[in-house]
């Protein structure tokens, strides 16, 4: 027998002993790059909506980038080339760094150097500067920020969030929202001290440790999604608006966006004929997504998207900020690869309107040449409907 062959029947002996032990590697040939997707929360929902909108985008990525769609990532593994991730979440560098992503150019999210820098709670300051702040924490973020977020504060802990809530108050109603909140969820609205008091005293230690942040709250709120994606040669940025819709339990929460989309970058986008508080929204999203840049070292991302609250405050004047920044699959994401996949179908298509939909109960069959992406009853949030409508934008200047 050749070193050769005994070699390669070493091999076969090997993978047949694995094999029987459950622990046979998967195995992904040279025909094309992968793709995979990676479970929120260290695998924890692996099940549901979430994983399963998280799965089409990866298929539909795919397919736009010529790569073999490989399902949920295996530790174990054998990969022919770099993996190219689809993550629940924005990734700290050292989690970046233990999967071999080096650059935006191998995942469709973002990467971040500390967890906190993931979450909402950078958008404001620390109410003091002896206030408890966690590793990664940057003063000089809000500072450059200021002027293109409400105003509030970020706290982690139950005496600084009350010291904030107080400030706040003296101004008008105030919104306290856990750092880790998603899709409107974990918010509250008080009014005085006495509500203050109770609503803190009603949140965990460990979710305040996450961090909470306090923010003036406003009234006739509309909220702008701001972004920008990029997958392989392709570029896209875009404009819109979210809408609210009723959860099974009743709630207000996030049902979907309303996307402008155009081939490019932001100059592209701007060269739309826009009004002007749609135009603040993108001014202030920039500041907001350049400032990022210069203040977190090694942060990186392919998927950059901002909310933009513009309502009334307290004293009945207009107000416009960022609200936070999604460096991560999201809501409006399913409407980015809509609008990249018309893009790509159609050389000559300049700008497109995407729209995603969140719809819970019973709803009725999403409308013909809509892209479904969960259709059943999710364990957590129970019947839900998720689905996206890509069609052509005529600019009538």
């Not at 002996?13 to 029987?20: F, G, P, S, T």
């Not at 985008?57 to 769609?69: E, K, T, V």
């Not at 071999?100 to 958008?123: E, H, N, Q, S």
């Not at 982690?156 to 010291?163: G, K, M, Q």
Request: proline share 4%.
């Amino acid at each position: 027998m050749s070193q050769a062959l005994e070699s390669g029947a070493r091999g076969v002996v090997a993978e047949q002993l694995l094999e029987r032990i459950g622990q046979s590697p998967r195995e992904y040939a040279a025909s094309g790059r992968a793709i995979v997707t990676l479970s929120a929360n260290g695998g924890n929902r692996r099940k549901g909506h979430e994983a399963a909108t998280r799965a089409e985008i990866a298929r539909r990525l795919a397919a736009l980038m010529g790569f073999d769609f490989a399902g949920e990532h295996d530790p174990s593994a054998r990969w022919a080339g770099q993996p190219y991730f689809v993550p629940g979440d924005t990734l700290t560098s050292d989690a970046a760094a233990r999967l071999g992503i080096r650059g935006a150019d191998d995942l469709f999210g973002g990467v971040v150097p500390a967890a906190v820098i993931a979450t909402k709670a950078i958008t404001h300051p620390l109410v003091a500067a002896d206030a408890c702040a966690p590793s990664g924490w940057s003063t000089e973020f809000p500072r450059l920020v200021a002027d293109s977020v409400l105003s509030g504060y970020s706290s982690f802990a139950r005496p600084d969030a009350l010291r904030a809530g107080r400030l706040l108050l003296d101004r008008g109603p105030v919104r306290l929202k856990l750092a880790s909140g998603v899709a409107g969820t974990g918010q509250w609205v008080v009014n005085d001290d006495a509500a203050l008091i109770e609503v803190l005293a009603s949140i965990a230690d460990r979710e305040i440790a996450s961090g909470i942040v306090i923010e003036e709250d406003l009234a006739d709120v509309i909220t702008h999604s701001i972004g920008y994606v990029r997958i392989a040669e392709m570029a896209a940025t875009y404009c819109g608006t979210q809408h609210t819709t009723t959860n099974n339990e009743g709630a207000e929460v996030y049902g979907g966006s309303e996307l402008r989309v155009v081939r490019g970058g932001f100059n592209a986008l701007l060269a739309l004929d826009l009004p002007f508080e749609v135009r603040l929204a993108i001014a202030q999203a920039r500041i907001y997504d350049d400032v990022a840049d210069r203040c977190f070292p090694g942060f990186f991302a392919s998927r950059r998207n901002y909310d933009v609250a513009q309502g009334v405050d307290a004293a009945g004047r207009r107000r416009s900020g960022v609200l936070e920044q999604s460096w991560r699959v999201g809501g409006a994401s399913s409407a980015e690869i809509g609008a990249l996949e018309a893009f790509r179908a159609d050389a000559s298509l300049q700008t497109v309107r995407a729209v995603s939909h969140e719809i819970y109960g019973n709803a009725a069959a999403p409308p013909a040449g809509a892209t479904v992406y969960f259709r059943g009853v999710d364990p957590r949030v129970g019947a839900l409907t998720k689905f996206t409508v890509v069609e052509a934008y005529a600019d009538t200047r």
